[in-house]
């Protein structure tokens, strides 16, 4: 029996190990001198600790244009992912009409499809489509809303949000109708609170993938000042010189804030994920 619960433990904390060592060795590096992160071999541990290499970092690049960048695009990007998934996840769990089974596995077998495929005609339609008004913007293109605007929904978050509000008895559903309320009073004020650890699941992976995303902004995206931080701190060091440690140094502060919010909601993430993907 101590066999059966030890061996678990030693598998999780090896696994553990490697997957926390790119980031040993990133911060490792943010606090080394320039000589010595330019050591080969690299040293394991730091002979001096350059704490100052941060401040350094943030003056090195446009920092905090950037981070004001990928902040707004990380914003808008969880907000319309949260709104638009969970209607649509909403119109597959709760209403029934014809063919809802069908086209839900039509929504769900499009996981498979490769994104570059749809890349070129997103790209035409969004240079297509009227900037309103956009101050030096003749289209979609070079401006943050095709990185905002949930153009069509996740179908893996579809399928987590549908799958947790599967569980959610249909009388609560039934109840509020009999009290006058409408689908969209329904799915507010009823549904919505009820799937708050699936919510927050879907913004946890929404805001990590729109502060880490480099490819749609980099198509999108034509001016410097535009630039999120993954973008902004990738042509910053072609066009200048190299300083690995002032590079790693930014690229610490780019995770950190992905690490403080899954410390944050760890709780709803893993209740979202365990009772979402049974349920159903």
């Known amino acids: ?41 690299p040293t394991l541990f730091p002979h001096t600790f350059a704490w100052s290499n941060f401040a350094d970092a943030v003056s090195y690049i446009p920092f905090f244009l950037y981070a004001l960048n990928s902040l707004i695009i990380t914003v808008g990007a969880t907000i319309g992912a949260v709104l638009s998934n969970t209607l649509i996840a909403y119109g597959f769990s709760r209403i029934r009409w014809p063919g809802r089974n069908i086209v839900f596995y039509v929504c769900l077998a499009t996981v498979f499809l490769p ?119 990738a042509f910053y060091t072609q066009e200048h010189d190299v300083l690995y440690n002032l590079l790693m140094a930014a690229s610490t502060l780019i995770v950190l804030p992905i690490v403080v919010m899954f410390l944050l909601f760890q709780r709803f993430f893993i209740e979202g994920i365990t009772v979402g993907g049974v349920k159903g």
């Open 1 to 41: 029996m101590l066999r059966k619960s030890v061996l678990p433990r030693i598998v999780l904390i090896v696994g553990c190990a490697l997957f926390a060592l790119p980031f040993y060795f990133m911060f490792v590096s943010a606090v080394k001198t320039g000589t010595e992160a330019s050591l080969a071999p």
């Open 115 to 233: 994104y570059p495929v749809v890349l070129v005609a997103l790209f035409d339609i969004f240079g297509k489509l009227p900037s309103f008004g956009i101050q030096g913007a003749r289209s979609w293109v070079d401006t943050f809303l095709p990185l905002i605007v949930p153009v069509f929904g996740n179908p893996f978050y579809i399928f987590l949000m549908r799958q947790f509000m599967m569980g959610i008895p249909r009388e609560l559903s039934d109840a509020s109708r009999v009290d006058g309320a409408s689908e969209l009073q329904t799915f507010w004020h009823v549904i919505l609170p009820l799937t708050k650890p699936a919510v927050v699941v879907v913004a946890i992976l929404a805001a990590v993938a729109a502060w880490n995303e480099f490819l749609l902004p980099l198509l999108y995206l034509q001016s410097n000042e535009k630039y999120p931080l993954a973008v902004g701190l």
